[in-house]
Nanobody
Framework: QAQFVESGGALVQPGGSLRLACVFS????????LGWYRQAPGQQRELIAR???????YYDDSVKGRFIATRDNRKNTVHLQMNSLKPDDTAVYYC?????????WGQGTQVTVSA
């Protein structure tokens, strides 16, 4: 099984930026799509960004044009650059495999967007 450790969450004002990181271990995830998910209070966890093994990236409409997901297969890391943050982006953010069977979830990292 893979293990994921997310970091980089914080309290930020609307319009601000954050860069999240996810380090994974335990198995080779190079052949898999990797995704960033988020779960807002009272909501289901949702996939908001995914990156192909070759680095192609796709986004949910709610974050398109503001968030950028990248991966470094040599360092077993995935990043999420978040710009122009809105209060609606407040959530716990997780990384995991995308478009395939999920691995156990990490603890996630809390992002709070508030004035």
């Amino acid at each position: 099984q893979a293990q994921f450790v997310e970091s980089g969450g914080a309290l930020v004002q609307p319009g601000g930026s954050l860069r999240l990181a996810c380090v994974f271990s335990g198995r080779d995830l190079g052949p898999y799509w990797l995704g960033w998910y988020r779960q807002a209070p009272g909501q289901q966890r949702e996939l908001i960004a995914r990156v192909s093994p070759g680095g192609d990236d796709y986004y949910d409409d709610s974050v398109k044009g503001r968030f950028i997901a990248t991966r470094d297969n040599r360092k077993n890391t995935v990043h999420l650059q978040m710009n122009s943050l809105k209060p609606d982006d407040t959530a716990v953010y997780y990384c995991n495999i995308a478009l395939a069977t999920l691995e156990p979830w990490g603890q996630g990292t809390q992002v709070t967007v508030s004035a």
